[in-house]
């Protein structure tokens, strides 16, 4: 199967240029139908993947996200403000057409353009209802959603979304079983109740659900309770290496060593085999060897913030593995890499 190619864009940049295109194509659909054209052009031989996100404030103030340490600074206060006059006077993605128009042009692009739907909290924006209404005005799209998604602790919420023709899946964070623990990682009292009724109601309503668990330092303490008790409700996660944004300040704390996760994932491998569905971005080396099938992520030439180290040059996996951050090795050092076999000169 061949991977799909994203395209990551954020609701304001993708306006701003579907408004341009309009001016030369003269509709929104004419816009919209050049734009998803030549997304697809970049990659003809991959199967497409549009990632938008939708500009929110997220309720919570997760450890691993940079938006609690930058949303209420000077800057990006007035750059808020200045936004939401702007869409009170040219309109806004969703008030003027052209995010209906995008879905079209993603139904009709051969091949299909599937989207996803992300966020700090999608489901908290002002316009919610009408992403929602337009999403089910396209039910040939191949439609993802993912974000914190407590609001999905609504049932009538929950089943409207759980009910969108085209969804593949619904992806939710959850940091730990243990309650407390999963609300001081995510900031926000209550959380753990609501994502796990979230989960729960969407389950009920056939939806497909994927837990993701970024592997913070506090997740890996709480990882063996978490693994054993997704597990026995055959619940699957998606276990994230935790790899910081660029402006969350001090990352350093937040990494646990890779011999720690090692050691926990090998402790408790059945319950890691039961409950995990894929490691993204997991350095190889902390996996156990029969899993590893199921890890992915860019590799190190293409890591973004991954770097190599010696270790890792050595290793006969090293074209495959996401590596690690600067920020880790800054915390940790490289000591805890362990080559997979020799590299061929």
Not at 88 to 96: H, I
Not at 245 to 256: F, S
Not at 316 to 329: D, E, F, K, N, Q
Request: hydrophobic share 45%.
């Amino acid at each position: 199967m061949t991977p799909p190619s994203f395209w990551y864009i954020g609701e304001r940049v993708l306006f701003r240029q579907l408004a341009a295109l309009r001016l030369r194509a003269g509709s929104w659909d004419a816009a919209a139908a050049r734009l998803v054209a030549d997304l697809a052009a970049a990659a003809p031989h991959e199967a497409p993947e549009l990632h938008l996100f939708f500009e929110a404030r997220c309720a919570q103030a997760c450890e691993f996200c940079e938006a609690p340490a930058v949303r209420d600074r000077p800057l990006p206060r007035a750059l808020s403000s200045l936004h939401r006059r702007l869409d009170r006077v040219t309109g806004d993605l969703l008030s003027t057409g052209a995010f209906e128009a995008l879905l079209t042009a993603c139904e009709r692009s051969a091949p299909r353009v599937a989207l996803s739907i992300t966020g700090y909290d999608w489901l908290q924006h002002p316009g919610r209802d009408a992403i929602l209404d337009a999403l089910e005005r396209h039910p040939v799209l191949s439609k993802r959603l993912q974000g914190p998604s407590t609001a999905l602790s609504d049932p009538a919420l929950a089943r409207r979304v759980a009910a969108l023709s085209g969804l593949r899946a619904v992806a939710l964070t959850l940091q730990a079983s243990d309650p407390a623990a999963h609300d001081a990682m995510v900031g926000r009292a209550g959380s753990f109740h609501e994502v796990k009724r979230a989960i729960e109601q969407l389950h009920e309503a056939g939806a497909t659900v994927e837990i993701s668990t970024v592997l913070t330092r506090d997740a890996v303490t709480h990882l063996p309770q978490t693994l054993t008790w997704l597990a026995t409700r055959r619940w699957k996660t998606w276990l994230s290496a935790f790899m910081p944004d660029r402006d969350l300040p001090a990352p350093e704390p937040l990494h646990p060593t890779i011999a720690r996760l090692r050691e926990t994932l090998a402790d408790h491998e059945r319950a890691t085999d039961a409950a995990v569905l894929s490691f993204v971005g997991v350095a190889l080396c902390a996996v156990p060897a029969r899993l590893r099938d199921r890890a992915f992520g860019a590799p190190l030439s293409h890591g973004g913030n991954a770097v190599s180290v010696p270790a890792c040059d050595r290793c006969a996996m090293r074209p495959r593995c996401p590596g690690v951050s600067t920020s880790y090795l800054r915390a940790h050092g490289d000591g805890d890499l362990i080559p997979l076999g020799a590299r061929p000169a």
